[in-house]
């Protein structure tokens, strides 16, 4: 089971057989069911979250209450509040399980610590912070460039997956649209 | 003049006299005049400034032909189309100098080029890519958890020198609220 994390690893980054292992040795498995809240506000995130199997939503609430969906990840993604991972302070967001899924994680203490003793490991998290800064940027002029069918034919282009795997509840949320235009949105598409 | 660049470098990361001579000589000066654009929409952008004197505005347009202002970078703070110079695709945002500035500059393959050759060239990236992810994450969530009142109030707390420095023109716009809306929350606050 470890092969995939390893693989993904060795895609990467040029990495030592040895390296690998020290990599690994500091990743805990664990499985958790549909719906699962793993970070809530309040708290500081301590984890990076590998994605084994299912998925996982970051989202946070709106003033009035309503759920904003900021990030899916799925299969072979990192994820996890990232900016309450960066900065040490508390989460303003959500990681949540929406299947059930099986996750590798490392605690951020293991995960600062690799970034000093393996160089090619600043290589993998400056990859996966390019990332993360490319799409939140392009999701931000989005929100503020593109009207909903816009944002719904975008989606349906760069993340398909998003559209079909997941509930229209969270589409909806993650379009930031009621689920009422999202269904008028599908049956015109 | 270059003091202060290497300054700014050796308070981030630990680096030899050898190295920052290397990192300083594929940085270029120039002056440019207030309201210059550096990068437009179209353009890929191969270039990362770092701001000696005078201050850069990223922004793009709406749909609609507003501009929208996405960032604001002063003194000793690097800055540039991220987006554009991490992905080497076309900059859907414009990099205009917004006072007489003086920058230095780096082209984007020196820059990668300083990645291979100096391993620490990662952290100072890091940093400024968690920077960068950061500050993005925050806005992003500030757009839909917060009204103007609260966003006006967040910036002046966080980020005077935005409201006391820069235009109301320009402060509105990065607040995507109309100047009038600005002028009022400025005299009631």
Not at 60 to 65: K, P, S, V
Not at 99 to 113: A, G, P, V
Not at 153 to 176: D, E, G, T, W
Request: charged residues 20%; hydrophobic residues 40%; proline residues 2%.
């Amino acid at each position: 089971m470890r092969e995939r994390l390893s693989s993904y690893i060795r895609e990467k980054i040029i990495i030592s057989d040895e390296e690998v292992e020290q990599v690994l040795s500091l990743f805990k498995v664990m499985q958790v069911k549909k719906n699962k809240i793993l970070i809530s506000p309040g708290e500081t995130c301590q984890r990076l979250y590998f994605i084994y199997k299912g998925c996982l939503r970051i989202f946070f609430l709106t003033a009035g209450g309503t759920e904003a969906t900021r990030h899916f990840a799925f299969e072979n993604q990192f994820a996890t509040a990232l900016v309450s991972f960066i900065t040490n302070e508390t989460s303003k967001e959500f990681v949540q399980a929406i299947e059930d899924t099986i996750l590798y994680y490392i605690s951020q203490k293991d995960f600062y610590h690799l970034l000093q003793i393996i160089p090619q490991w600043e290589k993998l998290y400056r990859h996966y912070l390019e990332y993360a800064y490319v799409t939140n940027t392009n999701r931000l002029m989005s929100f503020i460039t593109l009207d909903a069918t816009a944002r719904y034919r975008q989606l349906l282009a760069q993340n398909p997956s998003i559209v079909m795997r997941l509930p229209n509840k969270m589409v909806a949320s993650y379009l930031n649209i009621s689920q009422e235009t999202l269904s008028r949105l599908k049956s015109k598409a």
